[in-house]
């Protein structure tokens, strides 16, 4: 043990409150984490206090959700112990939840081995994503269920969140009631059957597996809870149900299990749950105190990251939100720059005023490119922005996640263009050729590449006449003809090839994204799953159409033209095409990020979390996109929508940039958007407001005010007009039957958006809209 003056050394620099929760080691505990409030250093310094006070390291549990955040908690540990003279690391177990549930498995396989349920030893293998794709094609394939009505990844996706339930597949086929349910049911049942066939397991199972096994085996359950005496939680807002109960089975607080008072606490702050649509269940720090009645609470309010007035405009922000635990959340320091809140005319001049802000960061304050991020919703947005930046010099790079022309469905519809542009182009025929699925199988391709090879013609060429070629079957033949006649259809239409059009890139492309069934691919694909990632497929290719619609606008002919500079008043679509996908080749050879000045960071508001940046651009603040209208029809207050608005203002440090669009481009024409209703919950008096769109919001749902600031009052309409409500449906003569989703505007241009079936959400103006009410 450490003398008490080195303890003291210990716990220097730590205010109050994180002196505090360090030195409180003896029962349930919750530390209340604002954000930036220094939280890992709380739970570091809270192990060494442990073990200089003298309880051996292999009796401290400590778990996290990613293993760079254990490492990095480990190291910081283990130089605390030798800084002060102590070496007594050794045993502590500083972990992930699916770590410690491999370990637990195969230390305690013996005792499962022989229970028919379990079926697997401790030489078990753990299934990564692909393994289990493949494996559950092969179950869809035995069952007899087509791939294209039955996505593996969705499928897998609705058994993981079983799994995530505590739902085995006896559990789940018990509470199957409809059709879909029923026969997931069947796969789930088969699924699991495979993997025990092959003594694996799968990341949900480590953990269902591991509930079960402390349930059920009392003397599995007896040795880790004698075992483990103190149990710390991080990031415990983004729990499910599957951890909470391990958690509970560690410390014995399990309902049924006799009554202790256990070493347990936990860290986090509700309001930064933003990981529900994966499972996460809020309530398990919501409702910590209820579990544990004798629980001491901590808040953690001090804000070491942020300036006051970005703080305020956070607090004011979340303090909107129900399902929260109040607490402070202020800083030290004093004075600060105002976060700036621009409307702008459109999705360009937002990336432009963007970049100049980030040029007269690093020009006027000598800031790093690497010192500044862009926070969007949806990955959609960042193409725009991508343009923006090459445009003017500014390196990027795009932070968990894919470059926009990168992504696997705009790559598709590129392969697709390609094939259009060249047909001799096989790399991206065999890309596309089975596409969405045409039972166009690996075997009856390379038949057709054979055939192509002796007679010497390109593939596509042969696929014409793959009627007559040796190994290829009749259903495949069908499906090479239906494929070549509709390329066909897309380079004959008109005088395509070379002459002048007057059709346009950005329909070719519409066409080819429709036709080619892409869209409808990447639509059933999001319809079926609950993840935000597939739902932006689909908004990834409307994009791709604004784009070539863009390029359309701007392609100079002359540029490519002879000698003589000539060329014709239309551009053939073929030329047009051509340059337009040699534009997007030319992206990928973008100059390399200079190491020592770095990159503009761009990236999903999800995928900030946990960072910060000295200066952030939030993008696309309007309705539908930040909240967005997919989460608003699962949660109509918006509030895990509000905690990502504010996991973003709280990734800022001394500069915020807020940016709303009075247009945004979808599908290649502008549609009228509406504020975020994020921007009105922000203090006044703690933002500089400037309104930048060409015409004013005069008439939309921003309007001039008369602050002495100069800025712009919000108006919100009521949930009910002329008969309407939020929520009801509605009949359009052109867009058909959609849900009413909310209203905007005053007077005459009072507005309404409803969300159509098969068309999307649509801006219209009510005594023009002859919109008839659907019981």
Not at 226 to 246: P, S, V
Request: aromatic share 6%; net charge negative; proline share 3%.
């Amino acid at each position: 043990m450490m003398t008490s003056d080195a303890l003291e050394m210990l716990l220097e620099g730590l205010t109050a409150p994180q002196r505090e929760a360090v030195t409180t080691t003896e029962g349930a505990m919750l530390i209340l984490a604002a954000a930036g409030s220094g939280k890992t250093r709380v739970i570091t310094r809270r192990v060494a206090f442990l073990i200089a006070n003298g309880v051996p390291a292999w009796q401290i549990l400590a778990v996290t959700f990613t293993n760079k955040a254990a490492g990095e908690m480990r190291e910081r540990v283990e130089h605390l112990l030798e800084e002060h003279g102590l070496s007594g690391a050794r045993g502590l177990t500083l972990t992930t939840f699916h770590a410690l549930c491999a370990r637990l498995l195969r230390r305690y396989a013996v005792m499962m081995r022989d229970a028919p349920r379990w079926g697997i030893d401790d030489q078990y293998t753990i299934y990564d994503t692909d393994d289990q794709s493949a494996l559950m094609k092969r179950v869809l394939s035995e069952l007899q269920m087509k791939s294209g009505n039955w996505s593996p990844r969705q499928v897998l996706g609705t058994i993981s969140n079983a799994k995530n339930q505590l739902l085995g597949p006896e559990e789940y086929a018990a509470m199957a009631q409809d059709f879909f349910t029923r026969t997931i049911a069947k796969v789930y049942e088969k699924y699991q059957q495979a993997l025990r066939a092959a003594n694996a397991v799968d990341f949900d199972d480590l953990l269902l597996m591991t509930v079960r096994l402390l349930r059920e085996c009392e003397a599995a359950r007896a040795e880790v809870q004698g075992r483990w005496k103190y149990l710390m939680i991080d990031e415990y807002q983004d729990t499910n149900r599957a951890q909470f109960q391990l958690a509970s089975l560690v410390v014995g607080s399990e309902q049924g299990q006799p009554p202790r008072s256990p070493n347990v606490c936990v860290v986090g702050d509700p309001d930064q749950s933003i990981y529900g649509w994966r499972g996460a269940d809020i309530s398990n720090i919501l409702e910590f105190e209820e579990h544990f009645p004798d629980a001491k609470v901590i808040a953690l309010g001090e804000n070491f990251r942020s300036t006051a007035p970005i703080l305020a405009c956070a607090d004011a922000l979340i303090k909107h939100n129900r399902l929260r635990k109040d607490k402070p959340l202020f800083t030290s320091g004093e004075g600060g720059e105002k976060p700036e809140v621009v409307f702008v005319a459109d999705e360009h001049a937002e990336a432009r005023l963007v970049a100049d802000w980030f040029r007269r960061r690093v020009e006027d304050e000598g800031l790093a490119w690497r010192d500044m991020a862009v926070f969007y919703r949806t990955n959609a947005l960042s193409r725009v922005m991508e343009d923006e930046c090459r445009k003017a010099g500014i390196p990027y790079v795009i932070a968990r996640g894919t470059a926009f022309y990168q992504r696997e469905e705009v790559r598709d519809a590129i392969s697709y263009l390609r094939v259009v542009a060249n047909p001799l182009d096989e790399v991206s025929l065999r890309r596309i050729v089975n596409k969405p699925s045409r039972k166009i199988g690996a075997t009856s391709l390379d038949a057709a590449a054979s055939l192509a090879a002796m007679r010497g013609i390109p593939l596509f060429e042969a696929m014409r006449e793959s009627g007559s070629a040796e190994g290829v079957s009749s259903v495949a033949a069908r499906g090479m003809d239906r494929f070549v006649a509709m390329v066909e259809g897309w380079t004959g239409a008109g005088s395509f090839m070379g002459a002048e059009v007057s059709s346009s890139l950005a329909e070719l492309v519409e066409r080819v994204v429709r036709e080619s069934g892409l869209e409808s691919h990447y639509k059933a694909i999001a319809q079926k799953s609950s993840s935000d990632a597939d739902e932006a497929r689909v908004a990834n290719l409307e994009e791709l159409v604004t784009s070539a619609r863009e390029f359309e606008l701007e392609f100079d002919p002359s540029a490519d033209a002879g000698g003589d500079g000539r060329s014709a008043d239309v551009p053939p679509l073929l030329a047009m095409l051509r340059a337009y996908l040699e534009s997007i080749a030319l992206v990928a050879d973008a100059d390399q990020v200079d190491p020592e000045r770095g990159a503009v960071t761009l990236m999903t508001l999800h995928a900030a979390k946990g960072l910060e940046f000295p200066a952030v651009a939030m993008i696309g603040l309007e309705e539908g996109l930040l909240p967005s209208a997919r989460a608003l029809e699962e949660d109509s207050d918006g509030e895990e929508e509000r905690r990502l608005c504010f996991v973003g203002i709280t990734r800022a440090q001394r500069h915020l940039l807020m940016t709303s669009a009075r247009y945004r481009t979808h599908r290649g024409v502008p549609e009228r958007t509406i504020a975020s209703r994020f921007i009105e919950e922000l203090p006044q008096d703690q933002i500089r407001v400037s309104n930048q769109s060409d015409a004013g919001y005069e008439d939309d749902s921003f309007e001039s005010g008369p602050s002495e600031r100069g800025g712009l009052r919000y108006e919100r309409d009521e949930d009910s007009v002329g008969g309407l409500s939020v929520g009801m449906h509605a009949r359009h003569p052109q867009f058909g039957i959609g849900r009413v989703v909310s209203f905007a505007g005053l007077g005459a241009n009072r507005r309404v958006i409803i969300d159509f079936k098969g068309v999307g959400r649509k801006t219209l103006i009510l005594q023009y809209a002859r919109l008839q009410v659907v019981e």
